[in-house]
């Protein structure tokens, strides 16, 4: 929390790196099940980063993966869904198919599909995902 007061006073709320803060600490809360403080600062990180980066920035889809990670977990699948779609497809835009944010963003979406019984949308996903990384090495 101090790291996120000295950059919110030293860079101001506008700052990527403000914006990286209540990320982390978001994730900080999700990864030890407080819903309620998380939600509200992926949101603000998400606002913050599209405002300042704009919506073709990694840091951005970084956002919306993040935000479709918090409400999967909370069983909102209508909401997760289209947030991995838009992370996956600004990855895929920006840095490439070799990206390894790429990658993963397919595999949050393979994993996603599978938890919901959609095993037709997850398989050919999951073959991509496989293909790329045997190419990589």
Same mark, same amino acid.
């Given at each position: +929390?101090? $790291?996120?007061?000295?950059?919110?006073?030293?860079?101001?709320?506008? /700052?990527?790196? !403000?914006?990286?803060?209540?990320?982390?600490?978001? +994730?900080? !809360?999700?990864?030890?099940?407080?819903?309620?403080?998380?939600? #509200?600062?992926? %949101?603000? $990180?998400? @606002?913050? &980063?599209? *405002?300042?980066?704009?919506?073709? /920035?990694?840091?951005?889809?970084? @956002? =919306?993966?993040?935000?479709?990670?918090?409400?999967?977990?909370?069983?909102? $699948?209508?909401?997760?869904?289209? %947030? !991995? =779609?838009?992370?996956? @497809?600004?990855?895929? *835009?920006?840095?490439?198919?070799?990206? #390894?944010? !790429?990658?993963?963003? %397919?595999?949050?979406?393979? +994993?996603?599909?599978?938890?919901?019984?959609?095993?037709? *949308?997850?398989? #050919?996903?999951?073959?991509? $995902?496989? @293909?790329? &990384?045997?190419?990589? &090495?």
């Amino acid at each position: +929390m101090e $790291a996120l007061l000295i950059r919110k006073k030293v860079l101001g709320k506008e /700052h990527p790196e !403000y914006a990286t803060s209540l990320n982390n600490i978001a +994730m900080f !809360y999700f990864e030890r099940g407080n819903a309620k403080k998380a939600e #509200p600062l992926c %949101l603000e $990180a998400l @606002s913050i &980063r599209k *405002k300042v980066l704009g919506e073709e /920035h990694p840091d951005y889809a970084i @956002s =919306l993966a993040n935000l479709a990670l918090f409400y999967n977990d909370q069983g909102n $699948a209508k909401k997760t869904e289209p %947030l !991995y =779609l838009e992370a996956l @497809s600004i990855f895929k *835009k920006v840095l490439g198919e070799q990206h #390894p944010n !790429y990658t993963t963003s %397919l595999n949050n979406l393979v +994993m996603f599909y599978d938890e919901q019984g959609y095993a037709l *949308k997850a398989e #050919p996903l999951f073959l991509e $995902a496989l @293909s790329i &990384r045997k190419n990589i &090495r």
